[in-house]
């Protein structure tokens, strides 16, 4: 079994960020010195996978949170992968799944 390919990144102009990026997983983990804002992470985005690509960040139940440090994680998405088309700029396709939305439960301010 070979190892995994991991490549190193460091971005001119993004000082104080570096990407370490899992080519396997489509798995990017983003360090910071403690902000970014979103145009930088998708500045380091469009540079290791191009502008073309998409990405996500997942947002764990907090029991699953580790925060053990400045970074944020990406997933690239493929071609056939579920993505919100927010702009409506794709019509449907039927090899998509399509999901309903889900509503949160009802919260209930004050006691009970």
């Known amino acids: 079994m070979s190892d995994p390919v991991i490549n190193l990144y460091s971005f001119q102009g993004?000082?104080?960020?570096?990407?370490?990026?899992?080519?396997?997983l489509g798995h990017l983990i983003v360090r910071h010195e403690g902000t970014i804002?979103?145009?930088?992470?998708?500045?380091?985005?469009?540079e290791v996978?191009?502008?073309d690509a998409?990405?996500?960040?997942?947002?764990?139940?907090?029991?699953?949170v580790v925060n053990?440090?400045?970074?944020?994680h990406l997933w690239r998405l493929g071609a056939g992968d579920f993505c919100p088309d927010l702009l409506?700029?794709?019509?449907?396709?039927?090899?998509r799944r399509h999901r309903q939305p889900v509503r949160p439960p009802r919260?209930?301010?004050g006691r009970s």
């Open 14 to 24: 993004l000082d104080g960020i570096e990407a370490e990026e899992h080519e396997a």
């Open 37 to 46: 804002t979103w145009d930088q992470l998708q500045a380091v985005k469009n």
């Open 49 to 51: 996978w191009g502008p």
């Open 54 to 64: 998409r990405a996500i960040e997942v947002y764990p139940v907090q029991g699953d």
């Open 68 to 72: 053990a440090g400045n970074m944020r």
């Open 88 to 95: 409506g700029h794709n019509p449907p396709q039927a090899h």
């Open 107 to 109: 919260c209930r301010m």
